[in-house]
């Protein structure tokens, strides 16, 4: 599977992830029928979006987009940069996740291209993209996300130029979601970002969807090379060469609270011959699992998945889960399938009762009565009965167990209820 020839590096690729709430966020709604057209002040540019002030430019397939045909120049022409916004239903308290690709008018080389990000009236970001070595054909999208929260049930996103000439900063493939609940892992099948080829690698630093990142060495995203234990995408931890790699996510978390960390391992079946592939799992600095997988019998229609189940317990508001990859060759450990849930220790509450069984002609109905004191004829109402055809039933009493005095009887109800 892995020879050097063969890796597909995911470097300035603009991979993206399936989303959002926002609406036309591609920019591909208004479908231009030149290179690229001006949008002023007060145009829809499709999909919501606004044009605030100045002018911006909506360019088709004069550079490639990051995602679609489509993209925006967020400086027009002359020196009238623009500011454009959408305004998003929300609900207030809710925290999202904003996501965008970023970069600049590759015709202006070796300049810089500077933008702010707004949320409601507050600064998200302040941006800059240089455009070295950028061309035409080679855009070096780079993506960007940030968590934002509502205060209303409507919020307004804003992408505003600083940029003053009319080759600006370039924006595409905009999204918004929901941000991970407590405990909640993100992307924990490797599906978000879709390769398209059986295997890609990815290095140091890399994004590979959902807030996985790589920290070290390399890891290879495969889909459908072999059979995944859940979806299509799986996680090769060792990528290339002898660059055995690791991975985390930062996970909201209520310190002092136990959870469930669950994942699917098995390994790479190309190392014929039962090969041992060993990998470490930890949760923030603190190793909780040294794991190893012989891939003896093993192929790419059975790879054996076998779960694994620990529990963890938060330190605080944010904690690290990480998988680290101790095999030096490029056909490595395998995981897949994720999950992080709470813990809550079962609870029984065992209550005794009393049944106090009927027997009687099928179609009769009983009063059935109570004393504790039956000698002070303090009889009280439990519960009336019908007897069923078999001809037998039953009442139940609360407190019934109470005590060791309590007398029953059944009082034959001879009106129709």
Known sequence: MKTWGAVLLAVSLGLSAEASSISNGSFEATVIGVPYQVFWAGQNLGGGWMVESGTVEI????????????SIDLSGIFEEIGTIYQDIATVPGKTYKVRFAFAGNPEDPGNDKRMKVFWND????????????????????????YTVTATGTTSRLRFKSLTVSFLGP????????????????????????????SYQAFFTGQDIGGGWIVENGSVEIVRDYWTAAEGHQSIDLSGVFDLAGTIYQDIATIPGQTYTLEFAFAGNPEDVG????????????????DLTYNT?????????????????????????????????????PVIDDVSLRPYYAASLDVEMVARVNVTGAPGDRYRIEYADRPEKGDWQLLETVTIPASGKTFA??????????RIYRAILVTEKP
């Open 396 to 405: 139940l009493d609360a407190d019934g167990v109470r005590g060791n005095k």
């Open 122 to 145: 507050g600064e998200v970001a302040d941006l800059t993209y240089n455009t070295a070595g950028r061309s035409l054909s080679d855009m070096g999208w780079e993506y960007h996300t």
């Open 296 to 332: 003896a019998g093993r192929t790419f229609t059975d790879m054996g998945w076998t779960y694994h189940t620990y529990s963890v317990t938060a330190a605080g508001t944010t904690s690290r889960v990480k998988f680290q990859s101790l095999t030096f060759n490029f056909l490595g």
């Open 59 to 70: 360019v088709r397939d004069y550079w490639p987009a990051a995602e679609g045909h489509q």
């Open 274 to 289: 039962g090969a041992d592939k060993r990998m470490k799992v930890f949760w923030n600095e603190g190793e909780i699992a």
């Open 170 to 197: 370039v924006i595409d493939d905009v999204s918004i979601e929901e941000a991970a609940t407590e405990g909640a892992i993100r992307n924990g099948g490797f599906e978000e970002l879709a390769i398209g080829s």
